[in-house]
């Protein structure tokens, strides 16, 4: 089974600060995704990846960077937290079987507040 | 107006009862997934589909890509059914990125 984990459940952290939230999934998928969910608007994307290194702005990128050093972890960081980015942040992969997507594996989801 | 639209948003049912939660889009799409979301945030794939019907156990999904238009069926519903349910599209000759709908709560009482 694949399994994406999310460094953490629950994350508590103060305006202003740098915050690191990191995904690890063990499958070899060359996609992986953060996403943000929100009540009322579902979830949406903040940046993906299709490859080390790679990365593409989602639909609400701003506020947010992103790292993949390595295949198997994608890191979403906010440069300075601001209180509208209290959320729960999703991680998922994906991979390609014969050039078709295969379905998303989602983290446990962490649930941030910013003070 | 979102281009993937699900119906109801709220949905309450009696134990036994065969459920029906609706999702139209408006884009052209190479696939339709369907997802489930439990209490405490854990997303799980149900289905994806690309043309006519898949089922697993009790839960049916279809698709009509006419109509752009796909249902979610769960016959003999149970109270661990509720969950929210989520339809999202891969827009078509787009990259893997998917479209979600906003999602359906279901509530099943025993």
């Known amino acids: 089974d694949v399994k994406v984990t999310q460094s953490s459940r629950y994350l508590v952290k103060r305006t202003g600060e740098k915050v690191f939230l990191e995904c690890v999934q063990d499958?070899?998928?060359?996609?992986m995704f953060w996403y943000r969910q929100d009540p009322g608007l579902g979830l949406r994307l903040i940046y993906f990846?299709?490859?080390?290194?790679?990365?593409e702005k989602g639909d609400i990128p701003e506020g947010y960077s992103v790292s993949r050093e390595k295949k198997e972890r994608f890191s979403l960081i906010l440069e300075s937290a601001s209180t509208n980015q209290t959320s729960m942040y999703l991680c998922?992969?994906?991979?390609?079987?014969?050039?078709?997507?295969?379905?998303?594996?989602f983290g446990d989801g962490t649930r941030l507040s910013i003070l | 107006k979102n281009e993937v639209e699900q119906s109801p948003q709220n949905l309450t049912a009696q134990e036994g009862e065969f459920i029906t939660i609706n999702c139209s889009y408006s884009?052209?799409?190479?696939?339709l997934h369907w997802l489930q979301q439990h209490p405490g945030g854990g997303i799980v794939s149900l289905f994806m589909?690309?043309?006519g019907k898949k089922k697993h156990g009790r839960l049916i999904a279809t698709i009509n890509i006419q109509e752009k238009h796909s249902s979610l069926h769960i016959t003999a519903s149970h109270p661990r059914d509720s969950a929210v349910y989520i339809c999202a599209v891969e827009n078509i000759g787009g990259t893997d990125k998917l479209i979600f709908g906003t999602g359906t709560r279901l509530q099943v009482f025993p």
């Open positions: 998922a992969s994906s991979s390609r079987d014969r050039g078709f997507v295969q379905p998303q594996h």
């Open positions: 499958m070899d998928h060359e996609n």
């Open positions: 589909l690309s043309s």
């Open positions: 990846s299709y490859d080390v290194k790679m990365k």
């Open positions: 884009v052209g799409i190479s696939a």
